[in-house]
């Protein structure tokens, strides 16, 4: 059996399951070194509290992620997994989608000004759909990568939060 994505995150960190629940208990969070076992050999599910927990501890907030896009009834249909990637490619990827809308713009308004789509508008309103879906996935993706950075201190967090909370 593989080993599911938290064993190898921990592994990836070269943490024992002791040193995990170790830094659980310090951020008062207590975590039993056989229910982490249990969580990463597959046989209890992990919960949300868990999954936040985990990410704090290994600074891996794709864990996260992961949890609502494949594992989370709910997230498995509403959740994309979002792969990470440089602030480059994502700010390509952002442009290229907003581009693509900017020239939709005008059949959007056309489509939705009646209220209905006809025969004839569903082909370019699903493409219009596909479109926002992707500038949608872009931005969950700079905000993992963003998240990622803080994480990583590669981002001043105070400054940030300073900022981004005025």
């Known amino acids: 059996?593989?080993?599911?994505?938290?064993?190898?995150?921990?592994?990836?960190?070269?943490?024992?399951?002791?040193?995990?629940?170790?830094?659980?208990?310090?951020?008062?969070?207590?975590?039993?070194?056989?229910?982490?076992?249990?969580?990463?050999?597959?046989?209890?599910?992990?919960?949300?509290?868990?999954?936040?927990?985990?990410?704090?501890?290994?600074?891996?907030?794709?864990?996260?992620?992961?949890?609502?896009?494949?594992?989370?009834?709910?997230?498995?249909?509403?959740?994309?997994e979002i792969k990470v990637k440089d602030l480059s490619q994502i700010v390509l990827e952002m442009l290229s989608s907003l581009n693509s809308m900017k020239k939709s713009q005008e059949r959007l308004i056309e489509i939705s000004a009646d209220g209905v789509i006809d025969d004839e508008e569903i082909k370019d309103f699903v493409f219009i759909q596909k479109e926002l879906e992707r500038i949608s996935i872009t931005v969950e993706t700079l905000q993992l990568w963003v998240e990622q950075m803080l994480s990583d201190g590669r981002i001043n967090i105070e400054k940030y939060n300073q900022i981004k909370n005025n």
């Not at 229910?35 to 907030?61: A, H, Q, W």
């Open 1 to 80: 059996m593989a080993d599911t994505i938290y064993k190898e995150t921990r592994k990836r960190h070269e943490l024992t399951r002791d040193d995990v629940c170790d830094k659980a208990s310090e951020l008062n969070k207590p975590l039993q070194p056989e229910r982490l076992e249990r969580i990463e050999n597959g046989k209890f599910d992990i919960t949300p509290d868990e999954v936040m927990l985990l990410s704090e501890i290994y600074g891996e907030p794709t864990l996260c992620n992961h949890y609502c896009a494949k594992e989370c009834p709910i997230g498995e249909k509403y959740v994309p």
